[in-house]
Structures are given as C-alpha cells and as structure tokens.
C-alpha cells in the first residue's frame, strides 16, 4: 500500500474537521467542564517554536481529557496592544492596527497548521474595542470603589522608549525592552489598588502553582511583620518601620530615605548644599541600585536631632540612599550592631555602636573590633526594662507587647509589592476612560459612553507624550456631568490589564451588554489547567489573581481565584544549548518543519524531546526518530505480513497493550508528555512482532490495534484519524471515548504446555503465560521426565502449538 505521506493526509482532515466544527465547543453539554487554557500570544509576526511548544503539548493533553468525557473549552485569541506596534509604526511609517491584525491573520494561519482542538470561534484580539471597552468599564468600576486612583509618585522613566515602566519592567536598573538606563522622576500616574489584596494573594490554598512560582509571587508581596515608632524631630513626630524592636535601645541615629518629606524641614543651614547635592545624586539611581549588596554606604548629616522614645537621648537625623522612600516610612532608626547595612554606615561616619542582643553564650559584642553586625537571635543586653528577654527576629512578640503597653511602639505588617501602577505614555493601548472639567474635576467617562475609542489619524513622534497628547481634537471633549468643555486623559493603560481578565471572555466573546457572563463564569471557571512560560510568574499570574478577587468584590463572580492549576513549560533551546535568537543565528522555524516531516512528526517531537516542563535543546537528526516512528505506526496498519515468523501469545499481547495504556493515561495526567511517547514507540515493536505471529488476525490483534488507534489520537490527530477511517470506524477518532484498561489482563499468569517425544505424551511444564518458544523449548528439554527420551537422539523437529502442546520429533 501506499507510503506514510503527511502532506496528503494533514490539510486534508483539518478541511473536514473545519467543515464538521469537530471543534466547536458545546457549552450546554451536559458533561462536566474542564477548561484548559494556555497563555494567549502577543502578535509579533511569526509563531517560533517555542509557540508550538506551549500549544501543541497542552492540546495533546486536552484531546486526552476530551476522549476521558469532559467538556473542554481549549479557546485561543492575541494580547494584542503593546509597544512593538507603535514601534514598527514609528520606524516604518505602519499603521500599528494594521499591523497588528495583519501579524494576527497570519499567525492564525499558522495556528490552524498545527492541528489543534481550539474553537476559533472563540478567538479575539484585546485590541477589539469590543474588547477594550470592558477594561474601561472595569477601570470605571474600580474608580468608583476606590481600586483606581492617581498619585504623584516617583516613576521609572525609560528614555529610549520615552516612557514609565512598571517596578516588574525594570530589570537590574534597565528597561526590559529597551535595556537603557532607568531614570527615576516624579509624575501623576493611576494605579491600581492591588496592595488592598496582599494578604490575600499570599494564600495560595485555592491555587494549584508549582512550587517556585508561590515562592516568587509570596517574595514579590514581601509582607514583613514589626512595628512602628515614634521619634520625636524639629519636624514633628517621625514614625519607623522596624522589624526589629527588640533593638530599641540600640538606635544610636535616624536615617531617612533622600525623598522623605521632612528632609528639607530637618536640614540645617549649614548642612543644606551638601544634603541638596547628595539628593540630587541620590535621583539618578534606581532603586536596585541603591540596594545593591556589598555597595558602599553613603549619607549626609541633616544638622539635626531626634530624640529617642526610651532614653529621651538626641539620636542625629542623616539621609542615605540605601533607604528606600517607598518601603515602611521612608525611614528608619538604624542599629549598627544588629543590622549590616547600619554597621557599615556608622563604622564609616563614626556613629555611636551600641549591642543589644547578644548570642546566648555568647560573647559580649566590641564595637571597637567588631566586623560586621550581628542579626541572629539571642539575649536583649544593655536595655534596660528589655533586659533579659529573648531577642530576634522571631522574638519580637513579646518585645512589641511591652512597647505597647507603654506607648512607645505599635504592632504593624508591611509589604513589599507596591500599587499597581496602570499609565502608559503610549498611543497602542486602552484609552484611560477619564475626563477632566475645570468644574467637575476627574469625571469617569460613563458606562453607556464607553468605548472610548483610540483615533487613528495620530501622530508618532517619540515626544514622551502620549501620540494621544498630540492630537488636539481627540483630546478636547465635553464634561459628562456639567457639558462644559473638558479634556480627556491622554494615558493608555498598562497591557498587563488586557491579559488580566482574557480568560472570562473567551467564555462569552460576543457579549455587548457586558464583560462577563456571570453564569457562565460560575459554571465554567476556574480554569481547570493554565500553561504558559515562568516568566509569566510573577506579574501577570499576580494581576490576574488580584483582577479575580477585585471583580469577585464587584459581584461579577463568586470565584476567588482564576486558575485552579499552574504548569509551565519549559524552553526549547538551540542546537548550541543556548536561547533561540536571531543574533545567535540558531532559531528554529516550525514551517520548516511542518513542510519536511509534517505536522504530527513535529508534534511528536515536541512530546518526546524532553520532560515538558523542562524543557532542552533542539536537534536537527531528534526529529528522524518521531518521523521514522510514524512510518513505522503506517506500515503497521497498512503493508501486508512480510518478514520472520515471531512468537507472542495472546495473553502477553494484550498485558503489552493493557499495561501501556495504563501508563499513558497516568502519564497525561501527570503531564510527562515524553514518557507517553516512549511507551508508544515501544508498543509498536510489540504490535509489529505480533503482526508475525500466530496472534496476528484474532480478536486479542484487533482490540490491541484499536486501542493502540485510540491511544494515537491525542498525540498524533491526523494519523490517527486516517487510520481510525481506514479501519472502517465510524465518526472521528476524536470522538471516541478514552478506553479503559483490563486490569485482568495485566496479572501475568502462568500456562500449562503437555510436551510430547516423536507424539507420544511424556510430561508437562508450567510456564508465564505469552511466553515465546526458545523459553518454552528450553524449560520442555529441562523437563526430567522429557529428557530421558530425547538424551542421545537426533532431533528432526520442534513443533509448538501456541499455549497448547510441544512436540519434540526425535529419531
Ligand atoms: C531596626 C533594625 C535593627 C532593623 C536590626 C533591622 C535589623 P524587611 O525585613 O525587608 O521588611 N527598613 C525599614 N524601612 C526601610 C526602608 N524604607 N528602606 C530601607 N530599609 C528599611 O526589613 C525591615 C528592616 O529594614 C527594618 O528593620 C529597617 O531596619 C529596615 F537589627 O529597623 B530595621
Ligand atoms: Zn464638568
């Protein structure tokens, strides 16, 4: 028969999957739910491998689910606005709509190449106003509940790509995209009250994420349990956060960050060029920067005092930048003794040690030749009233019940993570649904007036004002509430929000009347698996969490978190085991691929290359392996018995079958995709020596080639399908049930063989059941009451009748 040819086979059944809507997703079916989602792409043009990576595994894994009776919704759409739009825009003069879904039209084509069960029915682009709109809306609910506000604050200042980057944007003190050098400077920015949910996203209990990404979000919250003090100053009363109170009595100075409010009020004259120059300094760093280990200390003296709370001594005010204007206070009591950062302040400006804790057994602390400061636990000394209780981090309890009691100090928890920080300088993202009227003030844009529609006819200057700033018409409107005229916000927002709340619309994406189907929503979230790449670890699983919970608050759903499981896959690297880059010259294009070897070829290698969630370089020659082992599924099905007489009985082919089933269903479960290809392979070395043996054409043959069929469907749609219709099966493979194992036929029983000499009967041998013949014939010449009759005879012939009887013809 005719060879495996993929290329005939492929479109051939994408068409007629099309045709039949094998796809489409039945959301009134009875059958319980299960919602796969794996991370939407952002439109840049092409689907690298790395695309077919995160999208063909998971769907394997899907179709598996599908075959076990679920009702899967595996949908897809783009996160469509962002800044390489409005880049190729300015570069090449490209309109960034136009750009983005012509990217989108083809990458949907190549998509549809990779023979996926996505619903395309489903799919959208965020840049849809019919999308965009609810960002607004949302953004209009959250600013009538308080969620949204505007805040002059210092903002990371991108200047190649002129504009505020978020905190999760700036890698090592530089832009993520641009690589330059952040600059910090002071603007008024909407944010996102997502700090009101910190203690909240840091409970993971209803959130199946692995390990590392819990870790990252809960270090990215930051939360810190201590307590405030008050410190007297000429500036009034200054309140630190420390979450070491058991210190108390070894606060020789205050230190405050060089942004603090009360800088200029506590600098004295003679002190005030120095602490301006110092300040100025201070502005040209990030804020990693700043606290870099190992970096030498550096600060100024205000000139003046505070007085401590205990000993009522005049403890000297200084500003340094290693103090942060956005963590606790902005400022802190520094303890040399117990903290490094302080140590090294006070060994280099000469500023009074004093020890407070001191390890049990420990000998006392000498300032005079101590090296570094000593933070571990211990007994409080030199105290006071403290003296004699335990101290640490871990002991602060009852440190902070005592200062309580007596006024000096209160409980407090602080976090790290930051409001979320929402305006853009950019034209190619959601218009910030706001309005300012010199009569009415900030005036959200009403909800039947939404969209708020992004004019095309804009200019791209790279201004560091939003295009939206430059474009006098767009930008003068009337007031909302009082008609006079007003002035629109001329931000977008953050792309992060586009991807915030994605998943609820593909369950609804016509809805006109609002962003979500509550129903809907509650029967079909929480997504039952979400895949995607690590580095989505922090900020977008954070913001999607936090838009769930704050959209929960509005009464919208009832769920408190998106995703009821996390996986992530890993990266596909070069052949040179290094990142696919264009610079580095090693990228490789899955079109390639598909047009030498086919689309369910490269499939399968993605399966096997590697455990999936770690990933590993590529190989040119790796994929002959999947490609060859597809020929070789072919020819099982199709080419006539040809080849050396093997043996393998029934018994022991369905314990083959059965038991490789079982491992594939196990092994879906648990996402160890290569592992399922492995047992494929080596089921098909079994299948192709039973096809030349005696097992070949009885049912035990045809139930293992079934199954076989059915086990082939979510790995390889295509070729499954072809043979599922040549073999004369009715409807799609891809509506089959997932099979279910014999449990029976995986206990390896034993056989009872009569053994005849030259016909006559002269014994029995009990062996494992399916065993082949050279075991057989062995254990029948080892027989005691064989071997007298055949010692010193010729043999002529050994006949075995599989399972029956072996006759040994001597002369
Ligand atoms: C006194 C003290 C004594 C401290 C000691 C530490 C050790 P985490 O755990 O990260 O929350 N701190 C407070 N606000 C700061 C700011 N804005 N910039 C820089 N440092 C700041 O750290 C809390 C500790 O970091 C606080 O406790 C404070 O120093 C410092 F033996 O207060 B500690
Ligand atoms: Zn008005």
């Given amino acids: 028969s005719a060879r495996y040819n993929p290329h005939a086979i492929e479109p051939k059944w994408q068409q007629r999957w099309d045709a039949q809507g094998l796809y489409t997703f039945d959301e009134s079916s009875e059958k319980p739910k299960h ?36 009702n899967v919704l595996f949908p897809m759409g783009f996160d469509a606005f962002g800044l390489p739009a409005e880049n190729a825009a ?101 944010h996102f009250k997502i700090t009101e949910y910190a203690e909240e996203l840091l409970d993971f209990s209803k959130t199946d994420m692995p390990e590392r990404v819990r870790l990252m979000q809960t270090n990215w919250i930051g939360k810190s349990q201590g307590a405030e003090i008050d410190f007297e100053t000429p500036a009034g009363i200054e309140t630190v956060f420390t979450t070491r109170p058991d210190t108390i009595m070894g606060a020789t100075f205050l230190v405050l960050a060089p942004e603090h409010a009360k800088v200029k009020a506590l600098t004295t004259d003679a002190q005030r060029a120095e602490v301006e120059a110092y300040i100025d300094a201070a502005s040209r760093l990030s804020e990693i920067d700043r606290q870099a280990e190992g970096r030498e200390k550096t600060g100024v003296f205000t000139g003046s005092f505070a007085t401590h709370p205990i000993s009522r001594h005049q403890v000297p005010i200084w500003i340094a930048d290693y103090v942060l204007a956005t963590y606790g206070t902005g400022s802190i009591m520094a303890v040399p003794s117990g903290d490094q950062r302080d140590f090294e302040f006070a060994k280099k400006y000469e500023l009074p040690i004093v020890e407070v804790v001191r390890p049990s057994g420990g000998e006392p602390f000498d300032p005079a030749t101590a090296t ?111 008609a006079g005229p007003a002035e629109r916000d001329t931000d977008t927002m953050d792309t ?94 899955p079109d390639n691929l598909v047009r030498e070897y086919g689309v369910d070829a490269v499939r399968v290698y993605l399966a096997f290359i590697a455990p999936w969630e770690v990933g590993g370089p590529w190989s040119a020659s790796g994929i002959n392996g999947p490609a ?83 086990m082939l469907a979510p790995v390889t749609p295509h070729l499954a399908e072809e043979i599922w219709t040549e073999r004369g099966g009715d409807a799609s493979v891809h509506l089959q049930s997932w099979p279910s194992v014999d449990e029976a036929a995986l206990v390896k029983g034993t056989m009872t063989i009569a053994v005849q000499v030259s016909g006559k009967l002269r014994g029995q041998i009990e062996v494992v059941t399916g065993a082949d013949k050279d075991l057989i014939m062995a254990a029948a010449h080892a027989e005691e009451s064989v071997r007298k009759f055949v010692e010193g005879k010729e043999i002529v012939k050994e006949i075995y009748v599989p399972g029956k009887i072996v006759n040994i013809v001597v002369r």
């Fill in 496 to 589: 992060f929000v586009d991807s915030s709340w994605y998943m609820y619309r593909f369950l609804n994406p016509d809805k006109i009347d609002g962003p979500i189907d509550t129903a809907k929503a509650e029967h079909f979230m929480p997504i039952d698996l979400y895949t995607g790449g690590i580095e989505h670890a922090i900020l977008h699983l954070l913001y999607s969490r936090f838009w769930t919970k704050a959209t929960r608050d509005l009464g919208l759903i009832s769920s408190d978190e998106p995703f009821a499981a996390l996986r992530n896959q890993g990266i596909i690297l070069g052949e040179d085991n290094e990142k696919m880059s264009k610079s580095r010259g090693n990228v490789i294009d």
């Fill in 628 to 710: 060859k082992w597809l020929s070789r599924v072919w020819s099982l099905f199709f080419d006539e018995v040809e080849g050396p007489e093997e043996h393998i009985g029934e018994a022991e082919l369905r314990n083959k079958v059965h038991a490789t089933l079982k491992k594939v269903g196990h092994d879906f479960d648990r996402l160890s995709f290569n592992t399922i290809i492995a047992a494929l392979m080596e089921l098909t070395n079994t299948l192709v020596k039973a096809k030349r043996s005696a097992v070949f054409g009885s049912p035990a043959w045809d139930e293992s080639l079934r199954l076989f069929n059915l």
């Fill in 90 to 190: 300015i570069k090449r003069g490209i309109n960034p709509r136009s750009w983005t879904y012509d990217n989108i039209a083809y990458m949907t084509q190549q998509f549809r190449r990779m023979g996926t069960m996505i619903d395309w029915s489903r799919q959208f682009a965020t840049c849809d106003p019919e999308y965009y709109r609810w960002n607004q809306w949302f953004f209009v609910q959250f600013y009538r509940r308080g969620l949204a506000y505007k805040k002059e604050s210092f903002v990371n200042w991108d200047p190649v790509d002129q504009t505020v980057l978020a905190n999760e944007q700036v890698i090592d003190g530089r832009g993520d995209r641009s690589g330059a050098l952040i600059e910090r400077r002071l603007m008024s920015q909407w």
């Fill in 35 to 70: 919602y796969a989602l794996t991370m939407f792409p952002y439109p840049s043009g092409n689907l690298h491998i790395g695309h077919w990576y995160a999208y063909c595994v998971p769907d394997a894994r899907a179709r598996w689910m599908r075959m076990n009776g679920w």
């Fill in 372 to 482: 570094e400061a000593f933070s571990g636990d211990g007994i409080i000394v030199n105290s006071g009233e403290l003296d004699g209780l335990p101290g640490g981090k871990a002991h602060i309890g009852p440190v902070i019940e005592r200062l309580q009691h007596s006024g000096i100090a209160r409980a407090k928890t602080t976090y790290r993570l930051r409001d979320w920080l929402l305006s853009r300088q950019r034209y190619w993202g959601t218009p910030i649904p706001i309005v300012y009227c010199e009569q009415c003030g900030t005036v959200p844009v009403p909800e039947d007036q939404l969209p708020v529609l992004l004019p095309d006819n804009v200019e791209f200057l790279p201004t560091g004002q939003s295009p939206l700033k430059l474009s006098t018409e767009w930008r003068q409107t009337t007031c909302p509430q009082c």
